[in-house]
């Protein structure tokens, strides 16, 4: 999942339940169940994205995600991020990534077919 150019850094885990380990730097995420991908997003600031997705007030834990989330209720959640400084590249990679593995919960970017 690495583009060319040396701007990229590797992939590293995190837990999507506590997203204050992340970095406030743009860059792309991808969310698992288990082994299956299910979200995968970029942002200019995945810490900043990531708490986005949470309940107002809430310090973590396992029901982290508000009711409203999709991922509200599921268990087993786990994370991987990279970083850029490149602007867009973050963006790009994204793109790329849901129309290769097609996760559950990116439905605005599915195509349609007629």
């Not at 850029?84 to 593995?101: C, K, Q, V």
């Amino acid at each position: 999942m690495k583009p060319s150019g040396q701007t990229w850094r590797a992939w590293k885990v995190f837990d999507p339940n506590n997203p204050r380990t992340l970095p406030r730097l743009p860059g792309v995420y991808v969310i698992f169940q288990g082994s299956v991908v299910i979200y995968v997003g970029s942002s200019k600031c995945v810490r900043h994205r990531l708490q986005g997705h949470r309940l107002d007030g809430h310090t973590g834990g396992s029901n982290y995600y508000s009711k409203s989330s999709a991922w509200a209720g599921l268990v087993g959640l786990t994370g991987k991020f990279c970083t850029t400084h490149r602007l867009g590249e973050w963006s790009m990679l994204e793109t790329r990534l849901i129309y290769r593995l097609r996760p559950a919960f990116n439905v605005h970017h599915r195509r349609v077919v007629i």
